[in-house]
C-alpha cells in the first residue's frame, strides 16, 4: 500500500516569490510520482510526472520537481509565482506495475494562495 | 481530443434518496475510474474497470454505491440510500491501458458536485 503526506495545507506566497509545496511518500514497491493542480470547480489536471530517469522533472507552467528516492520526497517548486497559480495542489503517487492497475493514491493537497 | 464528459456537474438532494452519476471516458480508453474528493482531502479511489469487468472495489461502500459499466464505454454510478457523509465531488477518469504514451494517459473529468442535506 501507498501514502502520500503533504505537509502544508495552505501556502500563501506573494506574487514573483518563490515556492515549494512538500510532498512525502511512504511504498512498499517503487512507484511513479505525480503532481496535479486543481483550479476551483474544476477537474484535475496533471502538472508533471516522474516515471524514470533524471530526477529533475519540468512540467507545464513553469513548474518543476525533484524526486529524492533516499528521502521519498517529491518537492514542487516554482521560481517566480503568479496570481494565476492560486489553486489546490495534490501529489499522487502509482505503483509500478506490468498490468492495467494503475491506481493513483493522493495527498490530502496543499491551497496554493498568490498574493499581490 | 474530446475529454472525459461527466453529468450532471451538481446535485442536491435529501439524505435516503437515491441519486447516478454518468461519466462518458475518452474513445478508446479501456481502464476507467470513479474517484471520491471530499471537501479538504484528496481524491480516494472508489472502483476501477477494466473494459466491462471490473479490477478493484475494495473501498466502494457495496451497502450503498454501486457501478456498472455494461458496455465497456460509458458508466454509471449510483448511491442509494444516500448518507449526510457523501456529500463531496465524484470524479471520473480513464487511461489508455498501455504505459508508454506521454502523458501517462490518465485524464479527469469536471466531476459531479454531490450535496446531501
Known amino acids: 500500500a501507498q501514502s502520500v503526506t503533504q505537509l502544508d495545507s495552505q501556502v500563501p506566497v506573494f506574487e514573483e516569490a518563490p515556492v515549494e509545496l512538500r510532498c512525502n511518500y511512504s511504498s512498499s514497491v517503487s512507484v511513479y510520482l505525480f503532481w496535479y493542480v486543481q483550479y476551483p470547480n474544476q477537474g484535475l489536471q496533471l502538472l508533471l510526472k516522474?516515471?524514470?530517469?533524471?530526477?529533475l522533472v519540468k512540467g507545464i507552467n513553469g513548474f518543476e520537481a525533484e524526486f529524492n528516492k533516499s528521502q521519498t520526497s517529491f518537492h514542487l517548486r516554482k521560481p517566480s509565482v503568479h496570481i494565476s497559480d492560486t489553486a489546490e495542489y495534490f501529489c499522487?503517487?502509482?505503483?509500478?506495475?506490468?498490468?492495467?492497475?494503475?491506481?493513483?493514491?493522493f495527498g490530502s493537497g496543499t491551497q496554493l494562495t498568490v498574493l499581490p | 481530443e474530446a475529454g472525459v464528459a461527466q453529468s450532471p456537474r451538481y446535485k442536491i438532494i435529501e439524505k435516503r434518496q437515491s441519486v447516478a452519476f454518468w461519466c462518458n471516458p475518452i474513445?478508446?480508453?479501456?481502464?476507467l475510474y470513479w474517484y471520491q474528493q471530499i471537501l479538504g482531502q484528496g481524491p480516494k479511489l472508489l472502483i476501477q474497470f477494466q473494459n466491462n469487468g471490473v479490477v478493484d472495489d475494495s473501498q466502494l461502500p457495496k451497502d450503498r454505491f454501486s457501478a456498472e459499466r455494461l458496455k465497456g464505454v460509458d458508466s454509471t454510478l449510483k448511491i442509494q440510500p444516500a448518507k449526510l457523509e457523501d456529500s463531496a465531488v465524484y470524479l471520473c477518469?480513464?487511461?489508455?491501458?498501455?504505459?508508454?504514451?506521454?502523458?501517462?494517459?490518465?485524464?479527469f473529468g469536471s466531476g459531479t458536485r454531490l450535496t446531501v442535506v
Open positions: 474513445s478508446g480508453h479501456a481502464t
Open positions: 516522474y516515471l524514470s530517469g533524471s530526477t
Open positions: 499522487a503517487v502509482s505503483p509500478l506495475s506490468s498490468g492495467s492497475a494503475r491506481q493513483l493514491t
Open positions: 477518469a480513464s487511461s489508455l491501458k498501455l504505459l508508454q504514451y506521454s502523458n501517462y494517459g490518465y485524464t
